[in-house]
């Protein structure tokens, strides 16, 4: 039996087609400390340690309020590692529990950002 030319076309370009499709892939999400995508963030805060830049660092703090537990865990990886610093801050902790130390983040922030603070407050004195 022969195979008209047309339908071996047209079975060409399907075959052609769903090859093609197989090596696709969805795009990788953009690599942004901003990014709302764990995917695309949390390689952005391992390259801002790598390259130890320290304009991550406000996203960081404000990820440790994060309802995701990875990115938690990553932002207070990142922020110990640039700053050497905790306050006191477990990833795991409740959203409760973890409201002293996020305050103590945002209190040291503040005072970077004013130039008023030239080392990390003593948790232990806030108690």
Do not use: H
Not at 88 to 103: E, L, M, N, S, T
């Amino acid at each position: 039996m022969k195979v008209p030319v047309r339908d071996q076309v047209t079975f060409f370009v399907v075959v052609i087609g769903l090859a093609a499709g197989w090596g696709c892939s969805t795009p990788r999400p953009e690599k942004d400390v901003r990014n709302p995508d764990p995917s695309g963030k949390i390689p952005a805060y391992k390259e801002a340690v790598r390259e130890r830049d320290r304009s991550a660092v406000r996203q960081m703090i404000k990820d440790l309020d994060s309802d995701d537990p990875a990115v938690r865990l990553f932002a207070l990886v990142g922020l110990r590692r640039l700053t050497g610093e905790t306050f006191g801050y477990q990833y795991f902790d409740d959203q409760r529990q973890r409201r002293p130390a996020i305050k103590r983040w945002e209190a040291w922030l503040a005072g970077e950002t004013d130039g008023s603070a030239t080392e990390a407050p003593n948790p232990a004195s806030e108690r």
